[in-house]
């Protein structure tokens, strides 16, 4: 497939015992922000402090190849190493040249710090749900166990498959929660399902989008939670587990940033749309509780990320608000961020 796929196992398990062995700073890039430029077709990582680009994977085409990445919506650092989500562009978004066909891209990848892909589930710009097949995935969580599954894995947020998948590096699908094909809010259904994260216990929180709800699942596909901020959750973009067990809820239709107890209640909450001049339906994507108690925040169509504290006021700011670019310290619909090394949301490794 790519000619560095013989060494891509000996690679990720290496990488894996950086990111779950070592401290949080032995991963490349600790403290920088790493970001999914989503209509910039590129993944960045940015200084904090400069705002300069570090690095970045994504050469802006919106053809899917070795050197690009079309409408990505998730990355992650592994130690050396870069999980990418190649989501693609439905017609008529940004950064995407056919307004009839979209500009698909169907793959998750991880690549060195050289831009070479060394492993790959997915085949580029073709949609299925077979045999390393993709359709629109939105977001990928590299694991190096998973209940009755040791080794290292790649979860996958698989939307268009209305599924999330937990695929080995032999690119074998050994674990799925939905049912291929079908939307639903039944046993084992989805709709439009925008993330999924592993918890502390062993559960599945998954980003329902289109249900307008988080679920907690077992790996026996057993429902055990679910939470809607008592049923005004519109869009749940992306969910995580904090350290108190509230669960954080990107509840993107609402422009809101949400947090819930464990009895659905809401303990706090940060509206993006608020400043003069924002877009009046940012819609935000991610949200990431940090280690400091601020929570980084992907404000989608304000075209920024955002740090804000507890008190709701902004720390840091990459891009203009509500001004797409791809120069200095511009970005175009960043779909996810994170700080390297500082994602606190109990996903693993579970010691940061």
Not at 23 to 38: F, T
Not at 87 to 107: A, E, I, Q
Not at 208 to 234: H, M, W, Y
Not at 285 to 310: C, H, P, Y
Request: one cysteine or more.
């Amino acid at each position: 497939m790519y000619r560095y796929i013989a060494a891509a196992l000996v690679l990720t398990s290496l990488a894996a015992s950086v990111l779950y062995a070592v401290p949080a700073n032995a991963q490349d890039g600790y403290g920088h922000i790493l970001i999914a430029d989503q209509f910039n077709n590129r993944v960045i990582e940015v200084d904090r402090y400069t705002h300069q680009v570090l690095w970045h994977f994504g050469n802006g085409s919106d053809l899917p190849g070795p050197n690009s990445v079309v409408g990505t919506n998730d990355a992650e650092r592994i130690g050396p190493y870069t999980l990418i989500s190649g989501t693609g562009t439905p017609p008529g978004l940004p950064g995407c040249s056919d307004t009839v066909n979209g500009c698909p891209d169907n793959r998750v990848f991880i690549v060195d710090h050289d831009g070479d892909i060394l492993w790959q589930y997915g085949q580029a710009g073709i949609a299925g749900s077979g045999p390393n097949q993709l359709n629109t995935p939105v977001h990928s969580l590299f694991l190096i166990n998973f209940p009755h599954h040791p080794g290292p894995h790649v979860l996958i947020t698989d939307q268009g498959n209305q599924r999330i998948i937990l695929v080995n590096l032999n690119h074998q699908i050994v674990w799925q929660y939905g049912t291929t094909g079908v939307i639903g809010n039944g046993p084992n259904q989805l709709s439009n399902p925008n993330s999924a994260e592993v918890l502390e216990n062993n559960h599945i929180l998954i980003a329902d989008e289109n249900n307008n709800r988080v679920i907690e699942v077992k790996p026996s596909l057993e429902l055990v939670k679910q939470f809607t901020a008592l049923g005004t959750v519109s869009g749940a973009a992306f969910a995580s587990r904090l350290s108190n067990g509230d669960t954080l809820i990107t509840d993107s239709n609402n422009n809101r940033i949400v947090e819930v107890d464990g009895n659905d209640q809401v303990v706090w909450q940060y509206f993006t749309n608020t400043d003069a001049g924002s877009n009046p339906a940012p819609l935000p994507t991610r949200a990431v509780r940090l280690r400091n108690g601020d929570t980084l925040i992907s404000d989608q169509f304000n075209d920024r990320v955002i740090e804000i504290n507890k008190s709701g006021h902004v720390v840091f700011l990459q891009g203009a608000l509500n001004a797409p670019g791809s120069g200095f310290n511009q970005l175009n619909g960043p779909y996810d961020a994170k700080v390297i090394g500082d994602f606190t949301g109990l996903t693993p490794p579970f010691d940061f």
